[in-house]
T-cell receptor, first 114, second 114 residues
Framework: AQKVTQAQTEISVVEKEDVTLDCVYE???????LFWYKQPPSGELVFLIR??????QNEISGRYSWNFQKSTSSFNFTITASQVVDSAVYFC???????????FGTGTRLQVFP | DAGVTQSPTHLIKTRGQQVTLRCSPI?????VSWYQQVLGQGPQFIFQ???????GRGNFPDRFSARQFPNYSSELNVNALLLGDSALYLC?????????????FGPGTRLTVT
């Protein structure tokens, strides 16, 4: 069965701190896709990144970076120099290769204080 | 370009009633998926439609149904509403039906059942 675990329920940091959100997944597929979404208080899920199972290169986008390690089935997300606007719930998700069905984790609520 | 749109934004219904939620995908996107997000949890997959056909269904009772129209917009219907159906209902669209494509979410419809 497929499963996504986000063990951190809530994280609080002070502005400019770096923070890492953990994501561990389970799947028997050899081809799959991993996603991160941000959900601000408004409720809309904002797409951040998609990574396929054959691409283990780390990715950096501005203050955001992602570390994908198949050996540990993890896809962690780091925000460098956090800002108040980063406060939101962050979801990690997994999908099989032939479907749009996303399996979400329970989310991590990040609070960044000034 | 317009993103995914959903209507209505909010809805209050009574137990036993029926509700119809609407979704318009991003122009050019042929796949639409529906998710239910109960407060404090990650979204749960309900349906996927691609080219007007149901391509996937989550673990939801038959009270939940959906359809996709020739213009790729979609409706989600829920009959015989229960208190437990109170949730944020999210619609997502993507170019194609495989996990290789990013899914973009609408702002959601918040349904309250009293």
């Amino acid at each position: 069965a497929q499963k996504v675990t986000q063990a951190q329920t809530e994280i609080s940091v002070v502005e400019k701190e770096d923070v890492t959100l953990d994501c561990v997944y389970e799947t028997r597929d050899t081809t799959y896709y991993l996603f991160w979404y941000k959900q601000p208080p408004s409720g809309e899920l904002v797409f951040l990144i998609r990574r396929n199972s054959f691409d283990e290169q780390n990715e950096i986008s501005g203050r955001y970076s992602w570390n994908f390690q198949k050996s540990t089935s993890s896809f962690n997300f780091t925000i460098t120099a956090s800002q108040v606007v980063d406060s939101a719930v962050y979801f990690c998700a997994l999908s099989e290769w032939n479907t749009d069905k996303l399996i979400f984790g329970t989310g991590t609520r990040l609070q960044v204080f000034p | 370009d317009a993103g995914v749109t959903q209507s209505p934004t909010h809805l209050i219904k009574t137990r036993g009633q029926q509700v119809t939620l609407r979704c318009s995908p991003i122009s050019g996107h042929k796949s639409v998926s529906w998710y239910q997000q109960v407060l404090g949890q990650g979204p749960q997959f309900i349906f996927q439609y691609y080219e007007k056909e149901e391509r996937g269904r989550g673990n939801f009772p038959d009270r939940f149904s959906a359809r996709q129209f020739p213009n790729y917009s979609s409706e989600l219907n829920v009959n015989a509403l229960l208190l437990g159906d109170s949730a944020l209902y999210l619609c997502a669209s993507s170019l194609n039906r495989a996990g290789a494509y990013e899914q973009y979410f609408g702002p959601g419809t918040r349904l309250t059942v009293t």
